[in-house]
Antibody, heavy 120, light 107 residues
Framework: QVQLQESGPGLVKSSETLSLTCGVS?????????WGWIRQPPGKGLEWIGN???????SYNPSLKSRVTISLDTSKNQFSLRLSSVTAADTAVYYC?????????????WGQGTLVTVSS | QSALTQPASVSGSPGQSLTISCTGT?????VSWYQQHPGKAPKLIIY???NRPSGISNRFSGSQSGNTASLTISGLQTEDEADYYC???????????FGGGTKLTVL
């Protein structure tokens, strides 16, 4: 059974960098698939942030590209998200998920999500 | 504003069938659908327009005609009350897009 679990600070100050990690169990991220991040502001819809492949190749949402970095650590079977220069608009529940292929919207396994609040 | 348009809300009675539309899919590849209960992560219920993941009830079905994808739920049950999102990959802009979501109320 594939399981994903987000971890990281629940409160980040405005203008600082948000950092989250997604631990994966039940599947080796070095075996394949793409590993992505999606966020959901309170009461709003879903927004794709980006993904990473086992090779380290990344794809990012153009609207966030200048502030986002996704990386992976195969030795720990986890991948991470860094979002710089955060503002209140970045307050959201952040989900990590397994993405079937690079050119699909097929996310078959999700973490439970973690709320990150940006404070001024 | 999402490039995939969904109705904000739909409602139905137990046992009925209903359809949720997702318009604007012509330029996108292989629509997926997600069900999200309050406080929970989204759950994949349809992928590649018509396919159900293992363990998903056959009461959920997907289709596409022209630039509109549709999710049909038959034999509506109270536990189907949730938010539903369509999604697709936009090859022209190289990103995954989600519809704005539809709140399903079971009366």
């Amino acid at each position: 059974q594939v399981q994903l679990q987000e971890s990281g600070p629940g409160l980040v100050k405005s203008s600082e960098t948000l950092s989250l990690t997604c631990g994966v169990s039940g599947y080796s991220i070095s075996s394949g698939y793409y590993w992505g991040w999606i966020r959901q502001p309170p009461g709003k819809g879903l927004e794709w942030i980006g993904n990473i492949y086992k090779s380290g190749s990344t794809s990012y949402n153009p609207s966030l590209k200048s502030r986002v970095t996704i990386s992976l650590d195969t030795s720990k079977n986890q991948f991470s998200l860094r979002l710089s220069s955060v503002t209140a608009a970045d307050t959201a529940v952040y989900y990590c998920a397994r993405q079937a292929t690079k050119y699909s919207s097929h996310f078959d396994y999700w973490g439970q999500g973690t709320l990150v609040t940006v404070s001024s | 504003q999402s490039a995939l348009t969904q109705p904000a809300s739909v409602s139905g009675s137990p046992g009925q069938s209903l359809t949720i539309s997702c318009t604007g899919t012509t330029d996108y590849n292989y629509v997926s659908w997600y069900q999200q209960h309050p406080g929970k992560a989204p759950k994949l219920i349809i992928y590649d327009v018509i396919n159900r993941p293992s363990g998903i009830s056959n009461r959920f079905s997907g289709s596409q005609s022209g630039n509109t994808a549709s999710l049909t739920i038959s034999g509506l049950q109270t536990e189907d009350e949730a938010d539903y999102y369509c999604s697709s990959y936009a090859s022209s802009s190289s990103l995954v897009v989600f519809g704005g979501g539809t709140k399903l109320t079971v009366l």
